[in-house]
Structure formats: C-alpha cells, structure tokens
C-alpha cells in the first residue's frame, strides 16, 4: 500500500432537515482493503453514492482516484468500479455480453476487451459459458462474475455495496480471496457488509451511527478498544445506540 487513493473531509448531505451524512471525514490507501460498516440508516448508501459522484455534497469535499467528487464526478465514474448485491448484471444477457457491455460503457477498445475477457473467463473457470445467460448461473457464480466485470477496466477503487448478501458460506469465502488478489494488484476496495466475520477480512473498519463516523481503525485495535474479541460486538456496542433506522 502507498499513498491514498480517496480523501475525505468534512462530507455531508443534507435532505431538508434531515442530516444523512454528517462532516465524516477519512482516506484510503492504495490497495487497502477498507470496511464501510453501519446499521440501516446510518448514512452509508448515501455516502458511497457521493464517493462514487452520484449525489453531489451538501458540504465538505473528497476525492476519489485523484479527482473532486465536486467538480470532475464524470472522471471519478471513469476510474471506479461499483458493485452491488442489488445490480450488477443484466441477467437476459450471456456472460460475455456482459463483460462486452460494461468493458465497452468504460472506455476499453473491442480487441482489448476480447483479448482480456479470454484471460478472465479461463482463469474463473467460466470459458465454456460464455455463451449462458446470466440468469441461468448459480448465485455465486453471478457474484464472482460481477466482481469480475466491476475490475475488468482496471479501475483505481471498486465500491462493493453488499457483495456477498444471500451466498453461501463456501461462495463468500472465494469471493473474499477474489477480493485479496485485486487489492494485491493495487486496487482498493471500499466494501459494505451486514456479515461481520466479512468485517474481520479488512485492513482497517469505519463504522457509522446517525451519519456520523463513530469508530475507524483496524479489526484488531476495534476489539482492543471495545474490550471484545467479536466484531458481532463492537457493532453492537455501537449500533444499540443509533436514534434512526431506514
């Protein structure tokens, strides 16, 4: 790991009288693995869509990849990856449709793509179907898949928005060695997750309550701090006093 990759000061959006993300401030570093952890309501979706320049701040500022979530959100789109529980791929496509689709959405020339989908397909064990329909593979492989094509352009940070939700213990444990490998290479990987052994896996934790950030630091130091060795418990510690939920 090496120098940071996003920066946040002081970020907060504002919907009416209600406060979603309250003045949080931290970074990431290069190839970090980084847990963004909070019970419903507590402002994480909102502020990933501001990382990710979906949502414009209220006040604060950040960067993501080197460029203003404010005034360059179109250059932050271009070097990010986003994966989700919720979408991640068109399921009436085939496999490669969907590597062609978003490798294309993302800038990369049709030899590159295909010379690079060969490579990727092989190495999942995926090749002989790439001619399947998305809908017709087993959860996991979806998941696999989808991380798949959110790193395929090579992006400086992937956003993984509750990746592993509803897969199988076995299918999330090889989700995660995906996950190492990518950050191995220099991606970061900013990651939310409800799965609190999953939390154990990162390099460092934040974790929200009411839209403020009211914990960071590494797994270990957490549970120190805490005095616990379940992260199950310094997010209940946490959590049992949030005054909001979605």
Known sequence: MGGNVIEVEGLTKVFGDFTAVDHISFSVAKGEIFGFLGANGAGKTTAMKMLCGLSRPTSGHATVAGYDINTEAEEVKRNI?????KFSLYEDLTVYENIELFAGIYGMKRKDISRKAVTILKKLGFYSERKTLVKSLPLGWKQKLAFSVA????????????PTGGVDPV???????MIYEAAERGITVFVTTH???EAEYCNRISIMVDGRIE??????ALKRKFGTDSMDSVFYQLARGAKRSE
Not at 81 to 85: L, T
Not at 215 to 220: F, G, Q, S
């Open 81 to 85: 990856g986003y994966m989700s529980q």
């Open 215 to 220: 914990a960071l630091d590494t797994p270990a």
């Open 195 to 197: 799965y609190m052994d």
């Open 171 to 177: 299918a999330r444990r090889q989700f995660w060695f």
């Open 151 to 162: 790193i395929f352009h090579g992006p400086k940070v992937v956003f993984l928005d509750e």
